[in-house]
């Protein structure tokens, strides 16, 4: 199977041969709640506050990356958290948006990338879903 986007990011980033600090947090946003999938109680929705830089999670749990399988076990966790439901057109399609936020720090320098990966986009009309999990 193919690696995909994070994986890679995590790859190229814990590779660059500098003295690397990576710090990553994974979230869902499902059904109007903001949720914790690296969390010990990942069904508590956690707060948004709004900050003069950005917005900030309240409890989201950030976990040191030393290793690309460190990374690759968090990514594995987050996706059995995750909401799913099946569709006519996708047995296991997402029901959630997640967001995969990857802080990395090297000497005074500091960059935030977030990737965000999109709930099941199948066509409406042929996917028949409905209720929740419309």
Same mark, same amino acid.
């Given at each position: 199977?193919?690696?995909?986007?994070?994986?890679?990011?995590?790859r190229s980033i814990l590779g660059?041969?500098?003295?690397?600090?990576?710090?990553?947090?994974?979230l869902q946003i499902y059904q109007e709640g903001v949720y914790d999938l690296l969390s010990s109680n990942p069904g508590q929705s956690l707060a948004l506050r &709004? /900050?003069?830089d950005g917005v900030e999670v309240d409890? @989201?749990? !950030?976990?040191?990356?030393?290793?690309?399988?460190?990374?690759?076990?968090?990514?594995?966790?987050? &996706? /059995?958290?995750?909401a799913v439901g099946g569709?006519? @057109?996708? !047995?296991?399609?997402s029901r959630s948006h997640m967001i995969i936020r990857l802080i990395v720090k090297s000497g005074n320098k500091l960059a935030k990338l977030?990737?965000?990966? @999109?709930?099941?986009?199948e066509r409406l009309r042929d996917s028949g879903a409905e209720g929740e999990r419309l």
């Open positions: 199977e193919k690696e995909g986007l994070t994986m890679r990011a995590i660059s041969g500098e003295n690397i600090y990576l710090r990553m947090s994974i &709004q /900050k003069h409890g @989201l749990y !950030e976990s040191k990356v030393q290793s690309i399988e460190e990374g690759r076990k968090l990514l594995e966790k987050a &996706q /059995k958290m995750r569709t006519l @057109l996708n !047995e296991v399609s977030n990737l965000v990966d @999109l709930a099941g986009s």
